[in-house]
T-cell receptor, first 114, second 115 residues
Framework: GAGVSQSPSNKVTEKGKDVELRCDPI?????LYWYRQSLGQGLEFLIY????????KSGLPSDRFSAERTGGSVSTLTIQRTQQEDSAVYLC????????????FGPGTRLTVL | AQSVTQLGSHVSVSEGALVLLRCNYS??????LFWYVQYPNQGLQLLLK??????LVKGINGFEAEFKKSETSFHLTKPSAHMSDAAEYFC?????????????FGTGTRLTVIP
């Protein structure tokens, strides 16, 4: 596609429910990143994919968070048993040029946990 | 460890005035540095990047930044502010030039342009 897309744009859920957030990267981009933007924490790195593998999961805040990527394209970030502190905007970015590290960001998914 | 510090969470300038947004980095190896802009309810858009070539980097919308190793700074400037420049600006650094390249962001500076 022309840019990185994310769905849904907004998600409201109840505490304890599971949610799935989707990211469609720019076609051909091999690297994919998830970040979280929240009032208290600013912009923080969550996880990185190169192809379908995730060599760096160091940013995932807890074992309730997981992510996968299939076919070297679409990625899903799953949050199990959501908590109120998970409320944030989740941003996805993709990159096709590792040497210059330019990442292209999607519009984000705003997650609200009630 | 690598990090960036943005001085001033809020900056207000008059339309037509100079814009100066400050960013200092901490890095043990030569960094790649970026400035991103975020308009309300939108994702991040790259303004400009420093990747060890020219130290004065020109970006979109008339913005530029100068990498100063001696001052560990990468301040963002624009000679004349426009109302459309009102947004939040993030400085970011990455070090792992052949690997993950995940970005470490500053806390952001919200720019207000006064008519």
């Amino acid at each position: 596609g022309a840019g990185v897309s994310q769905s849904p744009s907004n998600k409201v859920t109840e505490k304890g429910k599971d949610v799935e957030l989707r990211c469609d990267p720019i076609s051909g981009h091999t690297a994919l990143y998830w970040y979280r933007q929240s009032l208290g924490q600013g912009l923080e790195f969550l996880i990185y994919f190169q192809g379908n593998s995730a060599p760096d999961k160091s940013g995932l805040p807890s074992d309730r968070f997981s992510a996968e990527r299939t076919g070297g394209s679409v990625s899903t970030l799953t949050i199990q048993r959501t908590q109120q502190e998970d409320s944030a905007v989740y941003l996805c970015a993709s990159s096709g040029d590792v040497a210059t590290s330019e990442q292209f960001f999607g519009p984000g998914t705003r997650l609200t946990v009630l | 460890a690598q990090s960036v510090t943005q001085l001033g969470s809020h900056v207000s300038v008059s339309e037509g005035a100079l814009v100066l947004l400050r960013c200092n980095y901490s890095s043990s190896v030569p960094p790649y540095l970026f400035w991103y802009v975020q308009y309300p309810n939108q994702g991040l858009q790259l303004l400009l990047k420093y990747t060890s070539a020219a130290t004065l980097v020109k970006g979109i919308n008339g913005f530029e930044a100068e990498f100063k190793k001696s001052e560990t700074s990468f301040h963002l400037t624009k000679p004349s502010a426009h109302m459309s420049d009102a947004a939040e600006y993030f400085c970011a650094v990455t070090l792992d030039q052949t690997g993950a390249n995940n970005l470490f962001f500053g806390t952001g500076t919200r720019l207000t342009v006064i008519p």
